[in-house]
């Protein structure tokens, strides 16, 4: 057998002995670019002799002795021994190549720690590979900073974080020991310690630095691991935010109206937020009146002590700019608000100090950065605060460099569904607690929306650093503190293209028609009045409708439509978007279809009504249903819904709550809300002030009756011509 020694019969005259070796296993890679491109690498097996030398064979030449001159001995190889050790190559995916061996550069380096355990002493060129050690987290707590210790322990030597740091960062798979081999590195600890590296503050001689903001970051990279030593003060920090129960809390009696249970909850999480110093996101459903619980802590805020009082600063898109002015007028009357969005604002910030909140919009942000970030304001509030999602935009670096005691972000979109706005939207509320300015951060998140194990973990993560900074309430979560059906009207101002055209309509008419009447009364002229109503009233919806060649154009209606249709859907709620005009209608469907947004369709000339109704009652995959009022102001049960649009308003109150009513019937169980969208400072505002006086008049208007239209007085035409 291989272990039987060599039997070579020696004059007795020759001192020569036999002994049976043992072999130690060595590999020795000798291509200097395996990171590269693979390569080979030489196997031997090394006996010891009676002699100090020992000897080395290539273990791929099958030799049965080695003689040892000095010593006078013959040296059995242990064939048994060695064909084991090379059992491990070959299950290692090792090639034969002649008296070499080779491998692939990946599978080499997945296959040292392996070689080691099989017996195998690995040689490279930069020294030799010993196991993996042992890797450690500490975290240490000063006034302004955490540090974190990431140190590994190879039998008897230490790592210190940056050198174990400065290895992964290269990608080396081993990391330099001080006698010279080379320690491996455990794959799971890149995995480990990428998220550390991503989201630390800076890093030093002592390990990687988190900000005191970053508290539950840590605390949720640390919950992944067993056996961190951390000390009270960390655990104290993380305990004042995790254990804290919000009081809610009732707006000043200057605050006209009454805030509902939720909402006095909100009032009192921001105050959770002031205490602590950081910023905080409200992401209520539409439609549960983020506006107003915001306007409730602005009242609060005009009561500080005035050594202690700063304006606040509302950044809004320039459509909801009068909405804001419009509710703080009817909740908040002593609040004094400035609208720097005017063309006639005054560019400088000295008469800020005279008004309690400044409202602008986002274009202004990034056009008059300089000037916004020179003052200092009490609350920095953006509103849609999703229009600062992408993180290198104008408006986000702008939202950035704002100054002020406290900061919040209003938006709808349930940011657990778009992991990736995180980044810019806490960079903005808490600076640096994601770090959101890296890349390496940024494609975290942007990998959390994934399915593997990696981006479950990630969302994991994500959640518990920023869940106590977001405040979202669902409409079915606070379903009883609501009425069954909310109404409101939203008011759209017109972008200036379409508040040209719109001019140029309403100044062409009024020359026409009131010299007209004038001539030959409002009985003779009710054709011309008529078409004139029509016509403006179209181009204060599109001016596609006016004008067949810009049906590809924008219009502040269709903004403000789809700025909320994709939050609605993305909260799994189903719309009616209702409008009388199916020219309209033909003009949101193009853009449906190129936001590939599926939804349902009737209008007078749908054959086959119930089966739209069928597909949009029980596919959830159909999140819209457009209708035209002819064909689905009646007879339609439409429960599935619970937002509804009013694109173009009817004046008709009937008529308008038989439309609601296609959602909110009976079988419904959810609450409804109601938007109905109206061009501000055109023909449909002045309507809503006839509506109020001549309610008659203004039906007869929209529904054409000629009969009613000799109630029409000329100070009427003027009005709505106007």
Known sequence: TSRSPVRIDFPAAVAWKETLGVPQAIIEVRTPTWQDSGGTAVPTFEYGGLSPHRFTVKALIRTRAIYDE?????IVRDLAEESRKLDVLWGLSFKRAGDYVSISAERFAEAIPQLIAGGWEVRGAEGTYVGFG???????????????????TFGEQRIRTPRLLAALRKGDSYVKLDDGRLGMIRPE?????EPFLATASEENAEGLRFRRNQVLLLDALLATRKNVAFDEVFEEARRKILDVVVQPE?????????????????????????????????????????TIQVLA???????????????????????????????????TPQLRVLDHATPDR???????????????????????????????????????????????SQAAKAATLLRARHRLALSGTPVENHLGELASLFEFLNPG?????????????????????QAAEARVMLARTVRPFILRRTKAQVATELPDRVEQTVYCDLEPKQRKLYDELRDYYRASLLGRVAEKGIAKSKIHILEALLRMRQAACHPGLVDVRKTGETSAKLDKLFEELPILIDERHKVLVFSQFTSLLAIVQREMRQRGINYAYIDGKTKNREAEVKRFQEDAEIPVFLISLKAGGLGLNLTAADYVYLLDPWWNPAVEAQAIDRAHRIGQSRNVMAYRLVARDTIEEKILQLQQSKRALAEAIIGEENSILRQLTTADLDLLLS
């Open 70 to 74: 000095k010593a006078k001995t013959v």
């Open 134 to 152: 042992e890797l450690d987290l500490s975290l240490r707590s000063s006034i302004d900073w955490f540090d974190l210790d990431a140190n590994v």
């Open 189 to 193: 600890w890149r995995q480990q310690l």
């Open 250 to 290: 009732q707006p000043p009696d200057s605050f006209t109206g009454e805030l509902r249970p939720y909402q006095s909850e909100g009032l009192g999480w921001f105050t959770f937020l002031r205490s602590l110093s950081f910023g905080g996101c409200l992401a209520d459903d539409m439609g549960l009146g983020k």
């Open 297 to 331: 802590l602005l009242d609060q805020r005009r009561n500080l002590p005035k050594k202690e009082k700063r304006p606040s600063l509302v950044v809004v898109p320039r459509s909801v700019v009068f909405n804001w002015k419009k509710e703080a007028a009817r909740f």
């Open 346 to 392: 005054i560019r400088a910030t000295d008469h800020f100090l005279d008004y309690d909140v400044v409202i602008t919009t986002y274009a202004l942000l990034r056009n008059e950065v300089e000037l916004f970030a020179d003052f200092e304001f009490d609350y920095a509030i953006l509103d849609e605060a999703q229009a600062i999602k992408n993180a290198s």
């Open 433 to 453: 607690m994601l770090r959101a300015k890296t890349t390496r951060v940024t494609k975290m998140l942007r990998d959390a929306g994934g399915k593997t194990a």
